[in-house]
């Protein structure tokens, strides 16, 4: 039973026994306080400080992909430009081979990370990052060459990722690299394996 309702319920019983025991008498065992005024007295209303929301804090003050990592981009746009041009690698040689097979599943997969990569970017600037429109590289002659060329750059990417994530401050980022890093480790094992079946 909540307090005020402990009042209102004394109150009631005061004014009960009053009519009852108009006077209090020696052979009685209770004896009634005076009825006091049981009205709650009015708090003077004080205001709590406000204290600002998340989304109002200043730019610098983000820690995850916000202004504070300005200084992350040219690593970050550098890593773009390895994706993207590994992507566009993947794509001519999968329409070369028919459109299906690893390039196809790479070219899909390098998207992907792309998408992410560039997300990342927009969330620190707030600017669309234009992709570049320069003509594919030229292709290795052959399926096993291209194989070895895929390898070799998703080693490159994964070591870069990973002195990235080493070397960031962003903890969104780090863990991004980390992921991506990951992911292009698995690439290079699917070509590795596709060479070793050829």
């Not at 008498?25 to 306080?33: A, G, Y």
């Not at 200043?58 to 773009?80: F, V």
């Not at 320069?134 to 194989?147: H, N, Q």
């Not at 962003?170 to 890093?181: E, I, R, S």
Request: some cysteine; glycine content about 4%.
């Amino acid at each position: 039973m909540n307090e005020t309702a402990m009042e209102l319920d004394q109150a009631a019983f005061q004014r009960v026994w009053s009519r009852v025991m108009p006077q209090d008498r020696p052979d009685c065992p209770f004896t009634l306080d005076p009825l006091e005024d049981l009205s709650p007295t009015p708090q003077p209303l004080v205001r709590a400080p406000l204290s600002p929301l998340p989304c109002q804090q200043t730019p610098q003050s983000i820690p995850c992909l916000g202004e504070a990592s300005m200084g992350e981009l040219p690593r970050l746009e550098e890593l773009i430009r390895e994706c993207e041009e590994n992507r566009r690698t993947y794509r001519a040689l999968s329409r070369r081979m028919g459109g299906r097979g690893i390039f196809s599943s790479l070219t899909t997969r390098k998207d992907r990370q792309l998408r992410r990569l560039l997300a990342a970017r927009f969330l620190i600037l707030g600017q669309e990052y234009l992709l570049s429109t320069s003509t594919t590289p030229p292709l290795p002659k052959t399926r096993a060459l291209a194989l070895r060329a895929g390898f070799r750059a998703e080693q490159h990417q994964a070591a870069a990722l990973m002195e990235a994530a080493q070397a960031v401050t962003d903890p969104c980022l780090a863990q991004l690299y980390l992921a991506l890093a990951e992911e292009d480790r698995e690439h290079a094992d699917r070509l590795r394996a596709a060479l070793e079946r050829r």
